[in-house]
């Protein structure tokens, strides 16, 4: 007899009871795992220290968290449903802000506030929803405009002056209003000392904002690596304090496209720390040559290093290593993190080479032609 012609009994009560019984307990476990997700999700989006605001395809208001009702200053249940220009009246926000946009966002009172949103698409139960995030960015920006007006005032009340003290001194100093004592050129040595290095901190602050607002430019010349190097050097041992440490060069002459005075900006920059933090009756060896496609600078000290958990920290803005307690001027930290700004707008890499005691290598790379 064939399997197949034998009679199929139907599940008896009992069986389809406890078939029953076992969906439903799966059943059970689904929803109490979907509730705990859900919770988690709620408690994650209700605690984020960012306004999140869940908005449908209809661009209503669904949901939002405590971060976002604050920054309107509704309440939750008065946001809920209303279409989404109600507290951004720009209308077209939500397509403006698939990428961090600024916009404009208003409070209850009525205040217009700067905003800045990003909005994620998401899909949820076959429906296209939208995930607004927003910050308001009314204190960044005051700070901004605060940052802005100091560059200005530095640029124009204090730049102004100083360049003018500092030609009154070198007439001074060339005896254009008579002759110095030995005693009188050496206050105004150091008065000239003094002016030089405050117009260098004026110089680095105003290249800061520069390179933080990417307003920073840079004029493509053909020239050598020798001629960059070779001013470089001339630059750093006239204005350096100690005559103990000598400056070494070892060069190529080979032809690059870039930004002569930027690169000489670099390279004098790095020499001068160099200078700064190495003993007395020491060398500071400038290397500089091809390598590959690239033009590679490198200023070699016998100072007291860098350790290795520090490196990265060198290239930031306003760090101060504490390498040497009795170098007398330490500058705000600009230098070397305008130093790396002006190689990456020249498309290379900055990095150091060190170990405590044992000096430090600062090299840096640029193409030898723009891309």
Sequence with gaps: MN????????????????????????????????????????????????????????????????????????EPEELVNKPIDFIFPDNDAIEQGREPVRVNGRRKSGEVFAAEICVNLLEMQGEERYFVNVQDITERQRLEQLRRDLMAMVSHDIRGPLTAIRVVLDM????????????????????????????????????????????????????TVGAIVSKAVITADGAKERDS???????????LIADEDRI????????????????????????AGIEGLSAKFQVIDSGPGVPKDKQHLVFERYRQLDQKKDVKKQGFGLGLAICKALVEKHKGKIWVESEPGRGSNFCFTIPLSPE
């Design 172 to 223: 001074v100093a060339e005896g254009i209003y008579g002759a110095l004592s030995p005693r009188g050129e050496k206050a105004i040595g150091n008065a000239q000392s003094a002016v030089e290095y405050l117009i260098g901190l004026v110089k680095n602050l105003l290249d800061a904002e520069k390179t933080e607002s990417g307003t920073i430019e840079i004029d493509m010349q053909e020239t």
């Design 264 to 287: 000489v900006q670099v390279l004098i920059n790095l020499i001068s720390n160099a200078i700064k933090y190495s003993p007395d009756d020491s060398v500071v060896r400038v290397v």
């Design 245 to 255: 440490v000598r400056i070494e060069q070892e060069v190529t002459n080979d032809v």
């Design 3 to 74: 399997t197949s012609d034998r009679p199929v009994h139907p599940p008896t009560y009992a069986e389809l009871k406890r078939m029953f019984e076992e969906k439903c307990h799966e059943v059970d476990i689904l929803k109490k795992n979907q509730a705990q997700v859900t919770r988690r999700i709620q408690g994650i989006i209700t605690n984020f220290p960012l306004g999140l605001i869940l908005v449908n395809s209809d661009q209503r208001i669904q949901a939002l968290n405590k971060r976002a009702v604050a920054v309107f200053e509704y």
